[in-house]
């Protein structure tokens, strides 16, 4: 047989098997119940992934129009959706050894039944956490990228419009005043920095819990549809909307007497006392927004405070969850909207706009999956029969 022609049929034949091998592993992907939950994922969180994306594509047409720069993978926020998935690989290393020790042999058969006897490694559990997991990073940084924009799309002009409607609020006095007797003592401003601080891992502990919580998929989703919105209609069309820098930067951005330059004095003092980190992230934020740089975690909005308002819609899922842990989140929630005051980062008004607005985006989106029409409309949650999705 000559060369060629050899070398043709090898190469018939090798591609002949290959074929057969990608059906055959096509047809056991289709007969595996792991396959059949990823497609019940994904028409689970089909209007929740509809959302992101057309978020992500809205922030990047708007980017682009304005010839600002954006990361749709930011290493940071890469990194912290890692650790959920470490997290996991964690537990099932502490599954084998338990086994180990229960059994003094580990097998197959036994460590999958101790791991879904914990709920842990089932084809739904994998399923459903696999499909929102990614989108975590992703979505946070094209916010990111958005938030360091707004003053672009609409400069900072709510600024005294909001200070003069939180001094009418409280009776002609500004809030932070009215708190100063109470909290301007160095011990007590650090321990509100140090709560504000713990903010930002507290949110994504606590959305990965949610995501990763799939016993009640209702409130699940409720969750995670509250969050997504929140960040869209308060943290980017609000804040577009009443773009305002907050108390920490009105003298730079109004060029007006600033009414808190004492507040800002004071803080000053009680970091020589103690580190009070909210400083060095404001001077942080204004170095980039000076240079124009997209930063990690950059970009300045006051209205409506996200802290609040996400600390508010963890409260409320925490009372869905447990009493303790609702009563315990909505300390917290109250916490920091003093902590927004007091170290400068927000408007009192901030704080009762996020409140209010989480409020009704909780309701309204409940209304939607636990009402009595959820299972006409049928717009986020596909109900599963029971015990479909195990192996």
């Known amino acids: 047989m000559p060369e060629v022609a050899r070398r043709r049929a090898v190469t ?9 091998v990608a059906l055959d592993f096509a047809r056991t992907l289709r007969k595996s119940q792991l396959l059949a939950c990823f497609r019940s994922s994904l028409a689970h969180h089909r209007w929740l992934l509809a959302a992101v994306v057309a978020y992500i594509l809205a922030t990047l047409a708007i980017l682009e129009y304005l ?7 930011n290493r940071l926020y890469v990194l912290s959706a890692l650790i959920p998935v470490i997290c996991w690989a964690v537990f099932l290393l502490g599954a084998v050894v338990r086994t180990y020790l229960a059994d003094g042999i580990i097998t197959r058969q036994r460590l999958m039944d101790r791991l879904k006897e914990n709920g842990f490694f089932c084809s739904r559990q994998v399923a459903y956490v696999a499909v929102p997991l990614p989108i975590v990073p992703t979505f946070s940084s094209a916010f990111s990228s958005f938030k360091s924009s707004i003053s672009e799309i609409h400069p900072f002009s709510f600024d005294v419009a909001l200070h003069k409607l939180d001094r009418w609020l409280h009776f002609g006095v500004d809030p932070w005043q009215l ?4 909290l301007a003592f160095p011990t007590v401003t650090a321990f509100f920095n140090l709560l504000y601080n713990l903010w930002l891992p507290g949110v994504y502990v606590f959305l990965f819990v949610m995501i990763f919580r799939t016993s009640d998929l209702a409130l699940r989703m409720r969750y995670l549809a509250s969050f997504i919105a929140l960040w869209v209609l308060a943290g980017s069309l609000m804040a577009v909307g009443m773009s305002s820098a907050g108390p920490c930067f009105f003298g730079a951005v109004t060029g007006l007497p600033d009414p808190y330059g004492s507040l800002l004095e004071y803080l000053e003092v009680a970091d020589k006392a103690i580190p009070i980190w909210a400083l060095d992230t404001q001077r942080y934020l204004w170095e980039a927004y000076s240079a124009d740089r997209l930063a990690a975690g950059g970009g300045i909005s006051a209205m409506p405070s996200m802290h609040v308002a996400i600390a508010s819609l963890q409260a409320f ?4 969850l447990d009493r303790r842990l609702g009563a315990a989140l909505t300390l917290y929630a109250f916490m920091i909207l003093l902590g927004s005051v007091h170290l400068a980062w927000h408007y009192a008004v901030d704080a009762y706009v996020a409140m209010a ?3 009704i985006v909780w309701v309204a989106i409940g209304r939607i999956i636990e009402g009595p029409s959820v299972d006409r ?3 986020f949650i596909r109900r599963p029969k029971a015990n479909r999705f195990y192996d």
């Open 12 to 20: 018939a034949f090798v591609a002949s098997d290959m074929t057969d």
């Open 67 to 73: 010839e600002r720069p954006y990361q749709l993978f």
């Open 179 to 182: 708190l100063h007797p109470i």
């Open 317 to 320: 899922a925490g009372w869905k």
């Open 357 to 359: 607005v989480a409020a």
């Open 377 to 379: 409309v049928c717009v």
